[in-house]
């Protein structure tokens, strides 16, 4: 009779661990959930401002290739040009950034949320990591559109290497998936959760 008391109490106490451990992945899931919901709006901004920033860059850029750097205050127009486009990269890195630090502070231990959490960082330091590719391109160039002032043969028909490099990186540029969106609907679709409890 004791035997089956003791097995008893194993099976509560495993019925008991996978309640709980069931519980507390789901809780983790909807604090997950909440941060998300909670940063959509300055997410869908971050994804806007993007778009119009990388589409302003590649018609710059093509212009450069197609034209040449140009003479005289052309090369201040465009070396001007270089440094706002690069702190435009940066500021939008940086609105990509407060996405992925809400996500990243998140104190997952359960194994599907920090997954969901982990796929999402990755796609946000992809992001951020081709806006800091594009930062990098536009501050060696715009030095150089102001050399190019100091040569006196030169006839405006080139442009530094970086715009052609930063020229082809645009010309491949894939507008970003709502990653957002994705991990929202993975969460809700797993859980089962109601907007309510967001």
Known sequence: MRLSNCGFCVLLAAAA???????????EAVQLAKALTAKKADYAKSNATEKEFVESAKAWCAGITTNGAGRGAELDQNASVATQIAQSAVAVSAQIGQVRQVVDDLALKEEYPKEVRNTLITQLTKRQRMLQDVRAMLEQSAPQFLEYKKIKTYAGDTYPDGIGKLNTMLGGYKEPDDALAT????????????????
């Open 17 to 27: 661990c996978i309640t709980g451990c069931g519980k507390q992945e789901r809780i």
């Open 183 to 198: 991990a929202l609907g993975a969460l809700k679709e797993k859980y089962g959760l109601s907007d309510s409890e967001l």
